[in-house]
């Protein structure tokens, strides 16, 4: 895998709210991690998901969860790094869980079968175990002893002709998929609550533009023809909002103003 390049942004504010399901029975851990960026975009890349459990195995800055890149690339999710825990092999990182999963390019002839992650996660995840997410270096990826330690091998599917992913980008990967296997999250709604406009007001918009229509010269209010229904079936399939209402009212007194204004000229 690949070394970090990625810029930071500002940090949002963190906000603490009760561990997403499966939270507590998940753990990320990485092996001889060397850029210290990588270890702050995993970091985010778990909360992301929804996951905390951060366990680093013997890397390559005895202080990286303290490291200018890694706290810069964590980007609000310090947290993780906060209760992140660093220790010398691999068994103790392992304590405490009962399935093992790592991650490899590369196929080996001996060790655990290997799967598609979402695949197997669609099986493992109703299994409740407690589950470890395996990753090795940046330039090496897991050593052999590493990978006979686990349960199952996951290699992502990518295009046959080029398979290298960043670390944390397949920290965020496997995230994803083990959230979805376990029920994933609802998207929460971005845009305010639509407000809109009822019979009362567009029939009061159509009116004031008849009217500014009639100012400007366009509509003959002695031959009117069928120009006001017609804009009525056009506003009703706009389905226009209050605001949208408000608008076009003051598109109509300026059309007046302008009028009146034309009108007083010698």
């Known amino acids: ?101 790592a991650t490899a390019m590369t196929p080996r002839d001996f060790g655990p079968p290997t799967f598609a992650p979402r695949a197997h996660f669609a099986e493992l995840a109703p299994q409740g175990h407690r589950v470890a997410f395996v990753f090795g270096s940046e330039r090496f990826g897991l050593g052999n002893e590493d990978v006979y330690r686990c349960h199952a091998c996951l290699s992502i599917p990518t295009d046959p002709s080029y398979g290298s992913l960043n670390l944390a980008q397949a920290v965020q990967v496997l995230a994803y998929d083990w959230r979805q296997a376990l029920g994933g999250f609802g998207v929460q709604p971005r845009t305010p609550p639509v407000h809109w406009a009822d019979g009362a007001a567009v029939q009061g918009l159509l009116t004031h533009w008849q009217q500014a229509l009639v100012d400007v010269g366009f509509l003959d209010p002695a031959a009117p023809k069928k120009l006001v229904p017609r804009l009525n079936q056009l506003a009703n399939r706009a389905l226009l909002t209050q605001e949208e209402v408000h608008i076009l009212r003051g598109i109509a007194r300026a059309m007046q103003k302008l009028a009146s204004q034309q009108g007083k000229e010698p």
């Open 1 to 101: 895998m690949s070394s970090t390049s990625d810029v930071s942004q500002a940090a949002p504010a963190q906000v603490h709210t009760p561990p997403a399901p499966g939270a507590n029975r998940t753990r990320f851990v990485l092996v001889r991690t060397s850029h210290p960026g990588n270890v702050g975009a995993t970091a985010r890349a778990m909360k992301v998901m929804g996951f905390s459990d951060l366990v680093l195995v013997a890397p390559r800055y005895a202080d990286v969860l303290q490291h200018e890149d890694t706290l810069a690339l964590a980007s609000g999710a310090t947290d993780v790094l906060a209760q992140a825990r660093i220790v010398p092999t691999l068994a103790e990182a392992l304590d405490g869980i009962t399935w093992a999963c």
